[in-house]
């Protein structure tokens, strides 16, 4: 009956605490107490990328390797980050949501390295002018974004 409760109900059965996302260690020297983090503080943008690093369990964000959205929301509207004007704010408050943490961003290889035989087609007009501007090897943008519009152009698997 608990095993069911902790996978079907684990909010409203009063088990949120017995599921994986709290079963993790924490680091062996955290910035702050873990022991003492409160709700407020797991919603904090100020605090919520430390705690995600340092005491994941705390806050049931075991599994997030770090990378979380510092503000709780950014996943209501994903068009957030491809706003001009926003990618600051995106940067530093919805690096999950947008594909901005560390592990996701990786260095495009030139192409003529790659061994893909094919690649997918282009979804914006643009790609030659923004492989121009450095679309294609500007860390600015994540490897997502140069697959969803200039897989071809940037020559992306």
Known sequence: MKTAAIADCPATCGYCCETAAYDCANVAYPRL?????????????????IIAQDCPSACGLCGSGGCVDAVVDCANDVTICNTVGMQDFVNEYCQYTCGRCASSSTTVSSGSSGSCSSYAADSSSACSAWAANGFCTNTFYTTA??????ATTCKLC
Do not use: P, V
Not at 34 to 48: G, K, N
Not at 145 to 150: D, H, L, N, T
């Open 33 to 49: 107490d873990c022991s003492t983090i409160t709700s407020a503080q797991c919603l904090s943008a100020t605090w919520r990328t």
């Open 145 to 150: 974004e140069r697959m969803a519009y200039c």
